[in-house]
């Protein structure tokens, strides 16, 4: 199989053990976002300001801190971030700011009254703004981002190699599955990627690998749940020691589990 730059990270998943190959390169990538964002990105000015503006999602911000490396780069992250959004939100409250003071001193008559309309007051649409604002924020990862992008490209790399080279075909229907959520991906690429002819050779292969190791999974696991039967104790393990971690990662994708 001929490797190319972009081919080889896709190639080296699948030929590592795991349940779920797209969950191995997406594992990886975050870890090397990771790294990037607490180093090399503290140096890059268009960085900087994309870090201000968007910030990071609750796991990318609980993956930095807990790597408890370069605390100092974070915390100037942090710092600039809260600057930006503090910023941002008295921008929107000083514009209304007039108009709110001038509704806290409606008598109480009239504010029922306003109630009863349909019209709304300044204040309700300002709180509007100001949630549409916050829940904006709140789905802006830089790292998900990126990741996201990245994995788009992964993917497209993983129906190239499947219809232009044996070898990875081979590699790829011999592996042990996807996840249901790197699954349901492939299924709604198909589309985007293949012809009639081809989707349906391509689903008759992924839908034949994915439910036999769905039922690999399954069974792995129903034999580990049998072993705290008093009566097997004796019985060989097979694959199932690990089969809970496994199971659980087969269902919900990548997750971090101890």
């Known amino acids: 199989m001929k490797e190319q730059i972009y081919t080889i990270p896709v190639v080296d998943a699948f030929n590592e053990d795991s349940e779920c190959a797209i969950c191995t390169l997406e594992r ?12 090399p990105s503290l140096m890059e000015p268009d960085c900087r300001i994309e870090t201000n503006e968007k910030g990071f999602c ?23 971030h809260l600057q930006e959004q503090n910023k941002e939100l008295k921008k929107m409250y000083s514009k209304k700011i007039s108009y709110i003071q001038k509704e806290s001193e409606t008598t109480l008559v009239k504010s029922i ?19 549409q604002e916050l829940a904006s924020l709140e789905k802006k990862c830089m790292i998900c981002g990126k990741m996201s992008y990245t994995m788009e ?18 590699l790829f229907n011999n592996n042990k599955g996807f996840c249901l959520v790197h699954f349901r ?26 439910l036999k190791n ?18 097997n104790n004796d019985a060989p393990w ?21």
């Open 28 to 39: 990886k990538l975050e870890d090397q976002y990771i790294e990037y964002f607490l180093g």
């Open 58 to 80: 609750t796991r990318h911000f609980e993956l930095l801190y807990n790597r408890q490396e370069n605390r100092l780069g974070l915390g100037l992250i942090v710092d600039t």
């Open 113 to 131: 009254s306003n109630k009863l309309t349909s019209k709304k007051t300044s204040t309700e649409k300002f709180v509007e703004n100001m949630v």
């Open 153 to 170: 490209r992964y993917i497209d790399v993983i129906f190239y190699l499947w219809f232009k080279e044996r070898e990875f075909r081979d």
């Open 185 to 210: 991906q492939l299924l709604e690429s198909m589309g985007k990627y293949l012809n009639s002819r081809d989707m349906a050779i391509f689903a008759d292969n992924l839908l034949k690998m994915q």
């Open 214 to 231: 769905m039922e690999r999974v399954q069974q792995e696991v129903n034999w580990f749940t049998e072993k705290f039967d008093y009566r």
């Open 238 to 258: 097979g694959n199932s020691k690990d089969a809970l971690p496994r199971s659980i990662q087969k269902i919900t994708g990548y997750c971090n589990l101890k």
